[in-house]
Structures are given as structure tokens and as C-alpha cells.
């Protein structure tokens, strides 16, 4: 199946969700000298395969050879980033820093580069969203993509944990680089 396809078949929220998440991407892209159309693709892709069932996901992963740990396999939705970025890679559509952002646009990750970092703040600050410190920390990340993308991380890890939920280790690794960036 065709990518434009699998955008296709997205829920018209999604599809929603997904334009304002391209929008924002633009944004950080122009303040932050990233590549306009690698930003755009970064957002159009993050979420295709977000409304794909879990065992479904785990099947797409199977099948398309990826590797997971137990977070995954306990929570497959966590499996929508890297099954995406895989799609866009065996299409051969977009580089490996678009690949990465998508991959790790859920849960972070230590080392990510500017394009990654972007497409994570991006898209826990769509304006769809809707949380009191969400304008905030778009603006925040207009003029500072390392302190939006720490301070996103921040609220993010509160809103774990008033749901009892654990972070993945990979923003767990992607916090602590934040800590010792602002000691």
C-alpha cells in the first residue's frame, strides 16, 4: 500500500491532527534553519500507522523486522513511530533524520537530532491540544528548540505520572541528557 493511502485511511481527526503537526513543524523549521521539506515530512508521516490495533502493530513489526524491548511489547502503541518510519524508508521517501523523528516522536530518546527533537515538541504542542502550558512551550521552543524540546519532555513526564505511567526508558536516557545540559 501506497503511503498517500495509508494517510488516506486515517480517521479525519487524525488527518487533523497530522495538518497541524505539519504546521508546527514549518515553524520550528524556519526558527530553528531546519529543512522545510523534511519537516513537513516529518509531520505527515509520524502518525500513519497511529490508528492501527496493537496486535496489528506487533504483526507490522514482525513482519517488517524491526526490534523492540518489553515496554513495547506491553504497550504496542508505542510500535506506531518505528513501523511509520520503516514504511517511509523501504518507500524510499525522506532521509534518515525524517526517519528518526518519526521514529522516536513518542518517546524521545537520547542524542536525537535537531529535525527529531522538532517533530517530538511539535506534536505535544499542536494547538489540538489543549493543557495550560501548551502555548507556552510552543513559544518556548520558537526560540529555544533544546530548552522547548527539555521543557516538553518535563511536561510530559508529569503527565505520566499523574497516570501512573511509566516513561520508556528512552526519554528516561533523553531527561537525564536535559538534566546534565541545565545543571
Not at 480517521?11 to 497541524?20: L, V
Not at 497511529?50 to 496489528?56: D, F, L
Not at 502503541?77 to 534518515?96: I, K, S
Not at 522547548?148 to 505520572?161: E, I, K, N, P
Request: charged share 25%.
Amino acid at each position: 500500500m501506497v503511503l498517500e493511502e495509508r494517510f488516506r485511511q486515517l480517521t479525519a481527526h487524525r488527518q487533523a491532527h497530522i495538518e497541524r503537526v505539519m504546521v508546527v513543524m514549518e515553524a520550528l523549521a524556519e526558527a530553528h534553519q531546519l529543512d522545510r521539506q523534511e519537516a513537513r515530512l516529518a509531520g505527515w508521516g509520524h502518525d500513519l500507522a497511529r490508528e492501527w490495533a496493537r496486535p496489528q502493530l506487533l504483526d507490522e513489526a514482525r513482519r517488517l523486522g524491526l526490534r523492540w524491548g518489553p515496554w513495547e511489547e506491553q504497550e504496542p502503541l508505542l510500535l506506531h513511530g518505528p513501523v511509520a518510519a520503516a514504511w517511509l524508508q523501504r518507500a524510499g521517501v525522506g532521509t534518515p533524520e525524517v526517519w528518526e523523528a518519526i521514529h522516536y516522536h513518542t518517546t524521545a530518546g537520547p542524542s536525537l537530532g535537531k529535525l527529531a527533537r522538532a517533530l517530538f515538541v511539535a506534536d505535544g504542542v499542536e494547538p489540538g491540544r489543549q493543557y495550560p502550558e501548551r502555548e507556552t512551550l510552543y513559544q518556548q521552543a520558537l526560540r529555544d528548540l533544546d530548552a522547548g524540546y527539555c521543557a516538553v519532555l518535563a511536561s510530559t513526564l508529569r503527565y505520566l505520572q499523574t497516570r501512573n505511567l511509566a516513561p520508556h526508558p528512552d526519554m528516561l536516557a533523553a531527561w537525564a541528557q536535559c538534566q546534565a545540559r541545565d545543571p
